[in-house]
T-cell receptor, first 110, second 111 residues
Framework: TQLLEQSPQFLSIQEGENLTVYCNSS?????LQWYRQEPGEGPVLLVT?????EVKKLKRLTFQFGDARKDSSLHITAAQPGDTGLYLC??????????FGTGTRLTIIP | AAGVIQSPRHLIKEKRETATLKCYPI?????VYWYQQGPGQDPQFLIS???????DKGSIPDRFSAQQFSDYHSELNMSSLELGDSALYFC??????????FGPGTRLTVT
């Protein structure tokens, strides 16, 4: 069974600060996706990383895929209240069904 | 841009009743996935279909069945509902084995 551990589980920081969320596994994934989910709504795809060592930027968000394709990180620069939400990493492997991480609930305090 | 459509958005059923959830994928997407998300939990994979054929099966109870139709929409049928089936049910679609886009979900409450 492939497991994805995210850390931290909860994070509450002031507006303007930087933060990093980690997603770790002992398994290799063919790709890894990051989603953001609002309460009662479906996960919204933020980015997909495929190549080991790949770095993708989405405005103030920087995503990195580990060289061995077992782990990933999400770094947010100058966090804003609109960044508040549940962030989920999800690994794809074998028929591409997604295995979701344990989630990081982020709160940005104005 | 068109997104994944799910219906109904909310459903209330009693124990032992049946429920049918529908999913309409993004146009031209040929792969559909079903996930179940319990309160405070991450989504758990149930089942997937590619080109109308079941492609993978996860932790889906025997009381549940699903299929993908010729127009690529999918239905998840749930029988003998139990209180523990109360959850958010998400459908996602993709073009082949690419990025998955999720629908808004169906909130099922079993009383």
């Amino acid at each position: 069974t492939q497991l994805l551990e995210q850390s931290p589980q909860f994070l509450s920081i002031q507006e303007g600060e930087n933060l990093t969320v980690y997603c770790n596994s002992s398994s290799v994934f063919s790709s890894l996706q990051w989603y953001r989910q609002e309460p009662g709504e479906g996960p919204v795809l933020l980015v997909t990383v495929v190549t080991g060592g790949e770095v993708k930027k989405l405005k103030r968000l920087t995503f990195q895929f580990g060289d061995a394709r077992k782990d990933s990180s999400l770094h947010i620069t100058a966090a804003q209240p609109g960044d508040t939400g549940l962030y989920l990493c999800a690994g794809a492997g074998g028929n591409e069904k997604l295995t979701f991480g344990t989630g990081t609930r982020l709160t940005i305090i104005p | 841009a068109a997104g994944v459509i799910q219906s109904p958005r909310h459903l209330i059923k009693e124990k032992r009743e049946t429920a049918t959830l529908k999913c309409y994928p993004i146009p031209r997407h040929d792969t559909v996935y079903w996930y179940q998300q319990g309160p405070g939990q991450d989504p758990q994979f149930l089942i997937s279909f590619y080109e109308k054929m079941q492609s993978d099966k996860g932790s889906i109870p025997d009381r549940f069945s699903a299929q993908q139709f010729s127009d690529y929409h999918s239905e998840l049928n749930m029988s003998s509902l139990e209180l523990g089936d109360s959850a958010l049910y998400f459908c996602a679609s993709s073009l082949g084995w690419t990025e998955q886009y999720f629908g808004p979900g169906t909130r099922l409450t079993v009383t």
